[in-house]
């Protein structure tokens, strides 16, 4: 069977979609509006079954690929008076210190979507940790439902200061080479943009189809940034052309690039709203810019 892709939806339905998934629409909610569109309750329900992620069929890394050691880690969060828990993966057989990148997830927590893009960094010959927010709400409830209505309880700078703390611990952990990037999709390409005005030390960011920081933040910025945009994410673009203004008033290097005719959420192989050819050049890119700024 051939694997859906956006252009097998109605753009209606995944604008729906994408309010549903970012919280602007309940479950519910997308399924009366879909019935509307699709014809019946049941089409509707087929097509929020057809959207959610499958995580099993887009795996690109095994979780106990002998390449890799893989383990969940747990630093302590001063800032947000707590812990941090997350997924933690490096090169197989590496006794030397490692370039890092810390993994931020969208806004459904630590999923084995992002465990496997921590492990597919850590064959790139990095030292990932993934941290999941929810772990203060008992972690990743392994339902991408439950998971969203979790992060609508999390406290939001409460968990930004988990991010800023997981960050920090990197750049002193013994397997870290001390050069300390992060890479974030969605919600966490947000932190991600968030992080470089709160770390001086940040050696990198890479966000994918992430909202921008404060603009009267941005001059505090010092690490060079790598931003990808979806052509058709308005909610998203929208705030771009201010960012890229600051960024260049205050002189941050950045390379940033828009994928054209490609939905939000591009890089996540899971769904249908994945775009191949632009989520090979995006990763081509990220990881290019990573060893660049991390070396």
């Known amino acids: 069977m051939a694997r859906l892709t956006a252009k097998d939806f109605q753009p209606e339905v995944l604008q729906l979609f994408d309010r549903y998934v970012h919280g602007d629409i309940s479950r519910r909610g997308f399924l009366d509006r879909a019935a509307s569109l699709a014809g019946s309750a049941a089409a509707a329900a087929g097509l929020l079954a057809a959207l959610n992620p499958k995580f099993a069929e887009a795996q690109q890394v095994a979780p106990g690929d002998s390449r890799l050691q893989t383990r969940y880690q747990v630093f302590d969060a001063p800032e947000g008076n707590g812990t941090v828990r997350g997924y933690l993966a490096k090169p197989a057989g590496v006794s030397g210190k490692l370039p890092t990148v810390l993994v931020i997830h969208e806004n459904r927590g630590l999923n084995p979507h992002i465990e496997d893009i921590t492990r597919r960094l850590a064959l790139d010959g990095f030292l990932a940790f993934a941290p999941d927010a929810l772990y203060a709400l008992g972690g990743y409830p392994g339902d991408e439902d439950k998971a969203r209505e979790l992060f609508s309880k999390l406290d939001a700078g409460k968990t930004l200061n988990d991010f800023v703390a997981a960050a920090r611990a990197l750049l002193t952990w013994p397997e870290s080479s001390g050069k300390v990037g992060a890479v974030g999709f969605c919600y966490g ?107």
Do not use: C, M
Not at 238 to 252: M, Q, S, Y
Not at 253 to 281: C, I
């Open 189 to 295: 390409g947000g932190v991600v943009n968030i992080l470089a005005t709160r770390i001086p030390e940040l050696a990198v960011g890479v966000a994918f189809y992430g909202s921008q920081p404060p603009l009267q933040d941005v001059p505090r910025i010092k690490a060079p940034l790598l931003i990808h945009y979806a052509g058709v994410d308005e909610r998203i673009n929208a705030g771009w052309p201010k960012f890229e203004v600051a960024l260049k008033a205050a002189a941050i290097p950045y390379e940033a690039f828009v994928y054209a005719g490609v939905q939000h959420g591009f890089n996540n192989d899971t769904t249908p709203r994945f775009d191949e050819p632009a989520a090979k050049l995006a990763w081509l890119r990220t990881t290019t810019f990573l060893k660049k700024n991390l070396a």
